[in-house]
């Protein structure tokens, strides 16, 4: 018996040899990798499923009890068939597992020609930064290749997400984790937290944007232009801190609803609180919300926007920009 | 020693006999049972709308959640396991007046409901828990909610578990019958037997882990601080030794009762006992090789992931071995499809889904971009909580007779049973869809684009509920009004139904020599059992 096992154990390895081959000769492209796998795993779970239910249903008919005091067969076990669906299954999982692994291996090894880019999540939002140094907000800009992401956070534990390149990793404070994908074609990808972190949670979203090198390599001339030219208009400024402050994390700027309402053609809005009294949106309104969100909720939104304390002129300063977007 | 069963209000009160302990046990996880399905009520409600507030915002989603699944998990089907069907049945089924420390017992209750109240007090109180069931830090030490109220309720829960382990591990081992060996017990006790010992093992550890949580969060010490030499990795390591394992505290105690139920009303010996009891015993220990799978993407070593990539996919191979054994005791029987057998069939079928997502869970591979998304709520709702409380209806069910003496209404339990599974086959399969797409879970709102799958998400989920309400309404009525039952309605083999139902106070009145195994239906009758 136990040369039976041995032997198709064996057997299993050499099943396998196949996928330990192509993990050697690494495919770039883990997305690829992924969906394969995933292929993989839904035939045999597929087979799996049916394996238990159809029996289990036709059991259950042709063996229906007749009449009230029969009795089932006496059998106590069969070792030749309990050996057999030990084995079976040990070799599907053996398979699936090196399949796994090799994808995982796809998911995990940096390739050596990539850029480096660092990204730091807070409540509630990414701070994308781009291996010229230059910092966004919630947008991570990128030109096509392989991308490493270096990732950390400055309170909670986030999580990077990326669904269109199968990968994520945690960021957290104090520790630097990572994870890398592979830029292939200009666009926009979303991104999500995957680590509950508080009630912005659900919003806090933001995106990668894949684009062509020449397209990337203009973008970043006319940011560091714009930094070298920068003595700001109060509207200009406001705009910076609704960037980087994360407000876009919760408000859209175009009418769209997101966690909280959008921030356009707000100012002599009459706005209906959660109490029914109604407010006129105005200078003093804006610096209360920002400062204390809690104080006047707006009917229909949770109470879930983070008080920010600020200069007197950067409230003045983000009221201005706020009056400047229609 | 008195025979006469004590009645009254302070007979529940002060009592020390299993049954009641059991009884009271039932009742009250029963109760927070409720809670969960209620609040599961009010996500889903909520998800009517999913990108703009419906009832709640996103704190209150955050509170639901988290105490969804803490009275789910911690107080509704930890409890009446380990609470319910261990009290009740396992000094019936082994031949005991009674379990080795009854007052001990007695204490563990009153414990657990403590550790309840302090639970709901969580859910009403200012600061409420708003962490999900998991507690992670930073977010429990800088957040908002009352971190100290899930502390000491994981603490005096963790007291009442380790003194149940302590108290039926001794039960099992030295107050077996004479002639009660260890090949002669049922199922449901091995199940029980090996999540006593994962009680035993791991709720120190968890609660290790969160009294370094109260201390990092009142005392200011920073062993969860990143920042300052501390990790808060070292959190989810420490409570996912303890709560994966939990997952087979729940499991292995509901596979026993499959294989009693299946055995009794296929009238047929279980298939495979010894591998069935390994299996269990197997599961125990590699049950503990797992919980790094929670940390896949928790910038765990590459290296540390697929080491543990092995061990979790390794428990599907004695899992399997128990499925096809069930398939294979149905095989020439002869199956009679009461409520019980029902409830046993329909988990199978959904544990079988649970089971095929859990191993693409497992696989590393395929996991980094489904960890953390509603494919995992999917997940665990199918392969056990739903499933397993469905199951845990069934095993109710199947003992209603004995520990009320009523029957049940058999009508109204199959249709009840219908509509749960009905419901329940379908109320999470959309959010594969999403899990695929990377959508994460604990999610107020999600992206506008999924509202038809989340539509069907809500509409069968509600009908579970509904299901599930209708068989808890079967359990009031019948234990008030239902006929009474007889000794042994199901013409079983195993011990605890050859006494009258209810059980007489001290069970048997002289402890009872065994000659077989409980599940011995048609043995040929050439060979009878000697009696050693
Ligand atoms: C009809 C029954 C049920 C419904 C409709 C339901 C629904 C839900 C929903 C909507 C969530 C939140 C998912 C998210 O936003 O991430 C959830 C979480 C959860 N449920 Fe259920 N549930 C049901 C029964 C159960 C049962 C019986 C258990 C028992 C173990 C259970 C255990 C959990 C757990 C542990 C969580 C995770 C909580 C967390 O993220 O901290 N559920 N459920
Ligand atoms: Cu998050
Ligand atoms: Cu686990």
Request: aromatic share 14%.
């Amino acid at each position: 018996m136990l040369k039976q096992v041995v032997r198709l154990l064996m057997a299993a390895l050499v099943v396998s040899i196949p996928y330990a081959a192509a993990a050697a000769e690494r495919v770039v492209d883990p997305v690829k990798s992924w969906d394969n796998h995933l292929k993989t795993w839904a035939v045999v779970g597929t087979v799996v499923y049916l394996t238990v239910t159809i029996p289990l249903i036709y059991f259950v008919f042709k063996y229906r009890r007749k009449h009230k005091d029969e009795d089932g067969a006496y059998i106590e076990g069969n070792t030749g068939l309990e050996i057999l669906w030990t084995i079976i299954p040990m070799i599907i999982i053996i398979m699936l597992g090196v399949q796994s692994w090799a994808v995982f291996n796809d998911l995990r090894e940096v390739p050596k020609d990539h850029i480096e880019v660092k990204v730091v999540a807070f409540m509630y939002g990414f701070e994308m930064y781009t291996p010229e140094g230059i910092k966004t907000l919630n947008e991570l800009r990128v030109p096509v290749g392989n991308v490493k992401v270096n990732l950390t956070s400055k309170d909670v534990i986030h999580n990077f997400a990326l669904p269109a390149f199968r990968t994520r990793e945690d960021m957290v404070a104090g520790e630097n984790t990572y994870l890398w994908f592979y830029a292939k074609e200009p666009g926009e990808y979303p991104v999500y937290c995957a680590e509950f972190c508080g009630s912005g949670h659900s919003s806090m979203l933001a995106k990668v944007i894949v684009m062509k090198k020449e397209d990337y390599e203009a973008w970043v001339k006319s940011k560091q232009s714009e930094a070298a030219t920068a003595t700001l208009t109060p509207e200009a400024k406001g705009k910076n801190l609704v960037e980087s402050l994360a407000c876009l994390g919760c408000h859209g700027i175009a009418g769209e609803t997101k966690a909280g309402p959008a921030l356009n053609g707000l100012f002599g809005k009459t706005e209906e609180l959660e109490d029914g009294t109604k407010v006129v949106v105005d200078d003093a309104f804006i610096k209360e919300k920002i400062a204390d969100p809690k104080a006047k909720p707006i009917k229909g939104f949770g109470h879930i926007m983070p008080p920010n304390m600020l200069t007197n002129e950067e409230y003045e300063a983000i009221a201005a920009y706020l009056k400047t977007i229609k | 020693m008195t025979t006469a069963q004590p009645t009254g209000f302070k007979s529940w009160l002060f009592t020390t006999d299993h049954k009641k302990i059991g009884i009271m046990y039932l009742v009250t996880s029963l109760v927070f049972f409720v809670v969960g399905l209620l609040l599961a009520f009010v996500m889903r409600t909520e998800q009517l709308d999913i990108t703009k507030k419906v009832i709640i915002d996103a704190d209150l989603y955050s509170t639901a959640f988290t105490i969804h699944g803490a009275a789910m998990v911690l107080f509704w089907m930890i409890p009446v396991l380990t609470g319910f069907f261990a009290n009740y049945m396992i000094p019936l089924m082994i031949g005991a007046h009674d379990v080795a420390f009854p007052r001990l017992n007695a204490l563990s209750y009153w414990l657990y409901v403590m550790a309840g109240l302090i639970a709901v007090m969580a859910l009403i109180l200012p600061g409420r828990l708003d962490t999900g069931w998991t507690g992670y830090p930073p977010y429990s030490i800088v957040g908002p909610s009352n971190t100290a109220f899930y502390v000491f309720a994981v603490h005096l829960l963790g007291a009442s578990s380790i003194a149940g382990a302590v108290n039926f591990i001794t039960t099992i081992i030295t107050l077996r019958a004479p002639g009660m060996k260890w090949g002669r017990l049922n199922l449901t006790v091995w199940g029980l037997f090996g999540g006593f010992i994962i009680q035993l093992v791991g709720v120190p550890v968890l609660a290790a882990a969160v009294t370094l949580l109260l201390f990092d969060k009142y005392l200011g010490t920073s062993f969860y601080d990143g920042t300052k030499g501390g990790s808060p990795i070292l959190y989810e390591h420490l409570f996912w030794f303890y709560a994966h394992p939990a997952v087979y505290v729940v499991a292995l105690p509901v596979f026993g009762i499959v294989s009693d139920i299946i055995s009794t009303f296929a009238r047929k010996k279980v298939y495979g006992y010894t591998s069935m009891a390994i299996a269990i015993m197997i599961i125990t220990v590699v049950g503990f090789e797992t919980w790094v799978h929670h940390l896949y993407v928790a910038g765990t070593l590459n290296w540390t992931r697929v080491v543990f990539m092995w061990g979790t996919i390794a428990i599907g191979v004695p899992t399997g071995i128990k499925t096809f054994n069930w398939l294979a005791t149905l095989h020439k029987g002869s199956i009679e499809l009461t409520t019980p057998m029902l409830h046993a069939l329909g988990f199978i079928s959904l544990f079988t889904i649970g089971g095929v997502t859990g191993i693409a869970n497992g696989l590393l591979g395929l996991d980094i971009q489904i960890h953390d998304t509603q494919w995992v709520v999917a997940h665990f709702h199918y392969v056990l909580a739903i499933s397993m409380s469905m199951l845990c209806m069934g095993g109710i069910y199947y003992w209603f007779p004995k520990f009320t003496g009523k029957m049940y209404n058999e009508k109204l339990g199959k249709i009840a049973f219908w509509i749960t599974l009905i419901g329940a086959m379908i109320a999470f399969l959309p959010q594969h869809t999403l899990g695929l797409d990377g959508i994460p879970r604990r999610y107020w709102k999600l992206p506008a684009k999924y509202a038809p799958e989340m539509r069907i998400a809500v509409i069968f989920s509600y009908i579970t509920i509904a299901g599930f309400l209708m068989t808890l309404y079967n359990f009031v009525h019948s234990a008030i009004k239902g006929e009474k039952a007889p000794a042994n309605p199901w013409n079983s083999k195993s011990l605890e139904w050859q006494i009258p139902s209810p059980p007489p106070f001290y069970n048997f009145e002289k402890i009872p020599t065994i000659t077989e195994g409980p599940y011995e239906y048609g043995k040929p009758a050439e060979e009878p059992a000697k009696s050693h």
